[in-house]
């Protein structure tokens, strides 16, 4: 896809060098917050499960139906994940924690470089953004809930978006998007998006890359592999009518006050949204608006899997970056709709929520203000369903909005600029 790349002013040195360091104070200050309070603020839950479950890789465990780490909680990733991981394993854990934290601060920065990259930039003119929005993205609450739990979400969003910034059309297009496929599953909804925006070349490739990490899987651990895509696949590893499943899955569970349940009308929805949402976003890249069609495929994914914990949600770093590098004139109150939403605030919020008077303020997302975990979201009503369900309510309107616009350049003839 040929486009104009913009070029931006050229800065000098100090100027170059303030946004990584605003990158490293921004960092600085959450370390030190951090070493405050680590059982609060840097729990590393996942990290034991995904070492512990490369362990048993290594010593010829079942991953599955097994339970890892001090909370006793299922590996619910394909085999190749696990062989991934055992690699990694034998490391002292404070090793594997830095390792996975390092990794992920790369994958932070890189996402937002490639972000910017696709709104038609030079690569030598994003990076001086990308820092500065990789320092707000430390206060986003998905971003540090990835790396409190020591998640992979920040890796594996580097890998979509760097694969269509940086390798289309190149023989290495669609390489990043199925081997981040074959480690999250979800992000397979963007193979369908290539599809659909014409790259059909580039989705082959990503498609034949996801099935060569379930061979590999198969291969190396076939008991594993048919306990995972016989049965374990479809089973989450928490209840998914939790607060912090911000799905379209959670919502229709919280709203009928059960934990299961709701299947007909939960199908109907997520195909009307992944139909409507996956036709806008390829819609947007056939018009060269590739920020807005990955924006608009993430959403609908997170909204279409039947669990989308809250630190899944990192994809709101491009829409970020989409909502400022925007020329329309509700540029700002965009951007200050995302942070509102999204950041990480100072909170008087109690263990499983409620706003207490006798608990001091301290950095958490406004979904924990309401009552959670152990059946309480089961009980919510009127403005709590709204609220508790905010992430879910705030994708369904960028995705309706951003259909809507799109239809209505498309048949006006109009081309919206890269970045509008």
């Known amino acids: 896809m040929s486009r104009m790349l913009r070029r931006e002013p050229s800065l000098g040195r100090p100027a170059r060098l303030a946004p990584a360091l605003l ?15 680590p059982q609060l603020y840097w729990q590393q839950s996942d990290a034991v499960i995904y070492r512990d479950a490369g362990a048993a890789v290594l010593h010829g465990r079942p991953l599955y139906p097994t339970l890892f780490g001090p909370a006793q909680l299922p590996f619910t990733y394909p085999p190749f994940a696990g062989l991934l991981f055992a690699a990694g394993s034998p ?12 990794l992920s601060l790369v994958g932070l920065v890189g996402s937002a470089l490639a972000a910017l990259r696709l709104t038609g930039r030079r690569t030598a003119d994003c990076w001086p953004a990308a820092f500065v929005f990789g320092a707000i993205g ?9 790396l409190s739990f020591g998640q992979i979400n920040l890796m594996v969003m580097a890998l979509v978006l760097t694969d269509l910034a940086f390798a289309r059309n190149t023989r290495f297009g669609g390489v990043g998007i199925g081997l981040a496929a074959g480690l999250k599953i979800t ?11 014409g790259n059909r070349r580039e989705a082959g490739t990503a498609a034949l890359t996801a099935a060569a990490t379930v061979a590999i899987g198969f291969l190396a651990l ?51 949204v992944g139909v409507v949402g996956l036709i806008a976003a390829a819609s947007a890249s056939r018009a060269g608006l590739e920020l807005w069609g990955v924006c608009l495929c993430a959403a609908s994914g997170l909204l279409a899997s039947p669990i989308s914990w809250s630190h899944h949600w990192v994809w709101v770093l491009p ?62 009503s009127g403005w709590q369903m ?25 048949h006006r003839g109009g081309m919206l600029s890269p970045s509008e």
């Open 23 to 37: 990158f490293a104070a921004s960092l600085a200050v959450g370390v030190a917050l951090v070493a405050t309070n």
């Open 91 to 102: 490391l002292p854990f404070g090793s594997w924690k830095a390792g996975l934290a390092g």
């Open 138 to 146: 430390l206060w986003l609450e998905p971003v540090d809930s990835t």
């Open 187 to 197: 992000p397979a909804i963007f193979i369908g998006y290539l599809l659909l925006s």
């Open 222 to 272: 076939p008991a594993d592999a048919m306990r995972f895509w016989g049965g374990r696949i479809l089973q989450p590893g928490d209840g998914p009518e939790r607060l912090v499943n911000q799905s379209l899955r959670g919502t229709f569970l919280r709203a009928a006050h059960r934990a299961t349940g709701e299947q007909l009308s939960w199908l109907i929805a997520v195909l009307a």
């Open 319 to 380: 829409v970020l970056v989409l909502a400022w590098q925007s020329t329309a004139p509700w540029r700002w109150a965009a951007t200050a709709s995302v942070v509102l939403l999204f950041a990480w605030w100072p909170l008087p919020v109690g263990l499983h929520g409620r706003w207490l008077a006798d608990v001091s303020a301290h950095p958490s997302g406004l979904l924990r203000i309401l009552p959670h975990d152990d059946g309480r979201e089961l009980r919510w």
């Open 386 to 410: 709204v609220l508790g369900n905010y992430y879910v309510v705030a994708a369904m309107l960028f995705v309706l909005s951003g259909s809507i616009a799109v239809y209505r350049r498309k």
